[in-house]
């Protein structure tokens, strides 16, 4: 497509000479890769017809070409409140949003477009590990040998593996407490195929059978997964994440460290290494390099609750507390009504003697969270707050209804 067929077929509206003379210019030097005059171009589009969606959405995508991310999404966003339909500008939009750590918001934008490796990216950062798995064996039919699909299908079948071993074992616990032992479901012999057998655990989560089969075949699927990065591509930078993750797992931190680092060597823009990499040097007790790498991630990806959170909660062990408040408040901007931020974002406050902000960061977590152990260690701070600042009606009704949750075996 010439530039300006492709510059006049995005505008609905009628366009001024002007407005047509600015888009080809801008249509001509995407094409070109000149990414700066692009960008020039369609700001002056935009400038002259400022409802003008197709304009807001060159525009967004431009900057996006260019690397310039935080540019990238108000005008995309703005393209899209002007005209919802724009597919592509959808698509743009959620991959935008999943670099810059912000899965949640990326996946309705990249459900509309349903490119199976975006969406199974999105769904296993958001937690929504049956989507993920689905996506994801969809995207390796076509790309069978692609390290990052690998690696990610890899991930999202362990982490389900896990999530079934787990629940099983809550059911058999239940089971055993109550008639002193773990009767077999009355089922059918459950599927062979992972895929089969997410289907019937979605239609009969608790039983016991599917549960078993389903972290097995779940278990072998990454095991396998991931042999297959460690054969096919042994020096890559996914080979030694996995390896360093395996190392961790196992308590091995040096060499995990080590593997991590010559991960980032290989490269070094990789969502979520530097924070993984900052997981295991603060548990070294290498503090100063930890936060490095938790800062690094808040760079790469300033969207991302995780970063923020990390990078703050590192600060307040280390004392920094008012910039503990500042990182943590970001992750609290982030991802809102979250009980483990607001309870260390409060615990943050406190130590840099700001009551009425640990207050309400308690406060609301208890508006969100009533009966965990999170909650119960609110509760314990509000009294000790209460009780320093002579309120001891306050201070006595939150230390029973902290008792009350120990009692209940809720403490963290």
Known sequence: MTPTLLACCFFLQSPTPEVIEHAQAGAAAAQQG???????????????????????????DAYFQNGDYGAAIPELELALRLSPNLNDTHQTLGVVLLIQGNPEAALPHLEKMRTPELLGLAYLETGRLGGAIAALHAALDKQPNDPNLLYYFGRATA??????????????????????????????????????????????PNNRDLLSAFSRAAAQASQKAFDRILQSNTNSARAHQILAERHFESGRLPEAEREYVESLRLKPYTSNVHLALGNVLAAESKWSAAIAQFRMETQLRPLSA???YSLGSVLLQ?????????????ADRLRPDTPQILLTLGRAALAAQDAARAEASWTKLLGVDKSSGLAASAHLGLSALYRQAGRSLEANREMAAYEELKKQGATN
């Not at 009767?183 to 992972?194: G, I, V």
């Open 34 to 60: 000149r990414l700066s005059v692009a960008i020039q171009e369609f700001r002056k589009v935009t400038e002259l017809q400022p409802e003008s969606a197709a304009g807001h959405a060159r525009l967004g």
């Open 159 to 204: 982490l389900a593996s896990k999530r079934s071993s787990n629940q099983l074992a809550k059911l058999n616990s239940d089971v055993a407490g109550k008639s002193g032992g773990a009767a077999a479901d009355n089922a059918s012999r459950p599927p062979q195929d992972l895929l089969g057998l997410q289907d019937a655990l979605a239609k009969d």
């Open 306 to 308: 995780d970063a923020f």
């Open 318 to 330: 280390q004392g920094q507390t008012h910039g503990a408040v500042e990182e943590l408040a970001q």
